[in-house]
């Protein structure tokens, strides 16, 4: 793949000059023996060649402060179970309040609810609730290691709490409260949390979701709690037995910050595979620093003079991508409500409203406000707004145009795209390259990211899977409940052993440019939330009127994304209003709202493997339209006569 057309944007020579990645690149030319000539893809070699020297440059940029110090760099670096600086401990709730030292008034957050009015915490504030909520902590016998669990919207109590638990050491994981019991229970039992942060409901989309019951049967049903703090969102009194956040964060206690080896668990992000429960994805406080440090100091360009606000609920690893914005010295907006209430501008307003110099959203949301006939450059002053970035699913190629031509042509595009598996991105923001329509500008530092073909061959130019071939920091350090590492290795080393294999299919452009296609497995990525296929049919097959479902999702050439539910019925039922109404209701309550499926199409059967197992992949591509003979190995069909129904359907949707 070759660009033909000249870029959509290219940043002037001031920009480049005053970029950080610009300066990071002249001091460790100086420093570090890094290319001070060939710009941005000279520095990307090096980081990737040298990988150790630019890793221990990047903790000397941004000042990482070691409790001890590290013996080298990398120790071991097989994957999976690279060393990363080993002998060094440090703590990231530790670097990200640094900024109360010198700026105690400024805000660290701004937080704006469907109100969209800012309402600020200082922070001098943010670190007195963080010292304090930590020393309540460890009176309740919360000790390095120990898990603790969030059930709240992107509200500051969420940040707090966050930054708490890894000042003691603890173990953070968080679910949105839009997530039904069964889905957060499938969730935190496998982590046995002994502290509980719960809300009473939220507010979305202009009215009130009493979350209470749901509360309760979590309490039930996690038998390692010691302690459930409850805090009032809609107002409600604290449930027999709960704690009162306004009492756990009302001293003025200076934090009190552990150092614990770089390695040491910081959270546990939640990945859905095509079967089985979640996986449990821990990340490590060092890991995750230096890679945050990366990434929003060096590619999101982040530092005490911006504002950062990225359209996320706590559910989604953006959330956690988004609070380590602190760790720049950086205001972080925390919206939390409908992304499109009271209209679909919403988030332009919020952006506006906010001062926001770096907006993140989801590419649906752009797509979404281009089809609505949103004008957010008209209706709304973003003057501020340097960069819009977009993640969850590709950026289409109107959608690059629509925010060139209705934001501002001057305007920094970034669509980035990395997982959940490391809170990161493999490829995109570079604020000294040029924009080209469709495209995420490069590959990130220390992220030695290749397209391979299935024999292991990198390509250019052609779609090929997505692999890392050397280690990132903030890989996982395991999954929680897999003590043999087999889940861990069955996940992203099994195609390529000892090479990480993403499940993305992607190109790499002759100039370097990356293009995502989607995902080159069955897992449902909607909105940037990823569900395992085994968590909808659990779900729906409970329905006595279905005998077997078969989800599917496609992300489509407008950046829409199509997710039809196929289900074959029990003997006698009958596919009509009442029981699509149940489908959906079960899906939405038991799951997410945000993966009830667009269509539920009735299937004479469906199709498996000789081994038993539903066919998910070769049907995703039947439906993108691959002819059957590329789609599926016939051999390999326990019955070739059902795929026949889905390669019609493809045929009649492109008909249309």
Known sequence: MTSQTEPLWQPDADRIAAAAVTRFQAWAAERRGAPAEGGYPALHRWSVDELDTFWAAVTEWFDVRFGTPYERVIGDRTMPGADWFPGATLNYAEHALRAAEDRPDAAA?????????????????????????????????????????????????????????????????SCAPDFGARSVLDRFQQVEPVVLFTVDGYRYGGKEHDRRATVAELRAELPTLRAVVHIPLLGTAAPEGALEWSALTAADTEPVFEQVPFAHPLWVLYSSGTTGLPKAIVQSQGGILVEHLKQLGLHCDLGPDDVFFWYTSTGWMMWNFLVSGLLTGTTVVLYDGSPGYPDTAAQWRIAERTGATLYGTSAAYVMACAKAGVHPGRDFDLSKVGCVATTGSPLPPDGFRWLHDEVRADLWIASVSGGTDVC??????????????????????????????????????????????????????????????????????????????????????????????????????RQGVRMGSADIYEAVERLPEIRESLVIGIEEPDGGYWMP??????????????????????????????????????????????TGKRIEVPVKRLLQGTPMARAVNPGSVDDLELLRFYEELARSRAER
Not at 439 to 465: H, M, N, R
Not at 575 to 595: F, K, M, N, Q, Y
Request: glycine share 10%; proline share 8%.
């Open 109 to 173: 957050l701004l937080h704006v609810d469907e109100t969209h009015e800012p309402t600020p915490v200082s922070w001098a504030e943010l670190r007195r609730q963080v010292g304090s909520l930590a020393a309540e902590l460890r009176g309740l016998g919360v000790r390095p290691g120990d898990r603790v669990s969030g059930y709240l919207p992107n509200i500051p109590e969420a940040v707090v709490a966050l930054l708490a638990t890894a000042a003691v050491g603890a173990v953070w994981t």
């Open 424 to 525: 990161s991105c493999f490829a995109g923001a570079v604020p000294t390259l040029p924009v080209h329509i469709g495209e995420l500008q490069a590959a990130c530092l220390g992220t030695d990211l290749q397209s391979w073909d299935p024999a292991g061959k990198p390509l250019t130019g052609e779609v090929g899977e997505l692999v890392v071939t050397n280690p990132m920091p903030s890989m996982p350090i395991r999954f929680w409940n897999d003590p043999d590492g087999s889940r861990y290795r069955d996940s992203y080393f099994e195609m390529f052993p000892g090479v990480w294999r993403h499940g993305d299919w992607i190109t790499i452009t002759d100039h370097g440019s990356v293009v995502i296609h989607g995902r080159s497995d069955s897992t449902l990525n």
């Open 565 to 610: 539910l196929f289900v074959h019925l029990a003997e006698g039922a009958t596919l009509d209003e009442e029981l699509v109404g149940r489908i959906r209701a079960t899906i939405r309550t038991e799951l997410s709202p945000r993966h009830v499926p667009d269509d539920i199409i009735e299937v004479p059967g469906v199709p498996h493997t000789l």
